[in-house]
């Protein structure tokens, strides 16, 4: 079993900048791919940005050139670095081990971060 927890969400005004922080406890040796979901109000949830096990990043379109993921795999942390902040970035963030190569593939999922974006 793994365990995900996730942090640093919270209000920002539009053009602000979070960042999230998911730490992974238990049995992290099968995590492979990680990677951010989010889900607002009234819609699915969406892959964000994901970080394979040697680094390599791939985000959705919307986030392009605003936010950057990145992971410790010492500290069995993964990261979203969130700037430029839209009100259009509403949602809860949850954290996603992945047990295989891509993060869709079966595994574990973090309870989830609110993030606010209002003025």
């Known amino acids: 079993q793994v365990q995900l927890v996730e942090s640093g969400g919270g209000l920002v005004q539009p053009g602000g900048s979070l960042r999230l922080s998911c730490v992974a406890s238990g049995s992290i040796s099968v995590i492979n791919a990680m990677g951010w979901y989010r889900q607002a109000p009234g819609k699915q949830r969406e892959l964000v940005a994901a970080?394979?096990?040697?680094?390599?990043?791939d985000y959705a379109d919307s986030v392009k050139g605003r936010f950057t993921i990145s992971r410790d795999n010492a500290k069995a942390t993964v990261y979203l670095q969130m700037s430029s902040l839209r009100p259009e970035d509403t949602a809860v963030y949850y954290c996603?081990?992945?047990?295989?190569?891509?993060?869709?593939?079966?595994?574990?999922w973090g309870k989830g971060t609110p993030v606010t974006v209002s003025s």
């Open positions: 996603k081990a992945g047990l295989g190569l891509i993060v869709s593939s079966p595994g574990y």
């Open positions: 970080i394979s096990s040697g680094g390599t990043t």
